[in-house]
């Protein structure tokens, strides 16, 4: 099952330097696993915003919750998730 997530980050202000940038290496860690795993199959950068979108391929809603709710960010995120079918005029069929 695909699906497009996009992930707004809000770190707050008062978060110390090198804290943001343990938990930042801890996603960067993970979302490459992932990524390897082939479960986080596209992520893009959204020009001007700290914020991504991402297709993810994964077995059901639960693992998708289950994989976002472990991103070192989470807590710091917005997140929007939509569920993909095939566009009947694709010539792409997944
Ligand atoms: O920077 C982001 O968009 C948030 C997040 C997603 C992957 C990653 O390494 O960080």
Do not use: C
């Not at 330097?17 to 979302?31: D, F, L, M, N, Q």
């Not at 998730?81 to 566009?87: E, Q, S």
């Amino acid at each position: 099952m695909l699906y497009m997530v996009e992930m707004v980050v809000k770190i707050p202000h008062t978060m110390p330097a090198e804290v943001a940038a343990e938990i930042k290496a801890r996603e960067k860690a993970y979302s490459q696993q992932l990524q390897k795993e082939g479960k986080w199959r596209h992520l893009w950068r959204v020009v001007g915003e700290y914020s991504n979108v991402s297709i993810f391929d994964v077995a059901s809603n639960d693992e998708l919750h289950t994989m976002l709710n472990n991103l070192p960010l989470f807590p710091y995120m917005e997140i929007k998730v939509k569920p993909l079918a095939n566009h009947p005029s694709s010539i792409v069929q997944e």
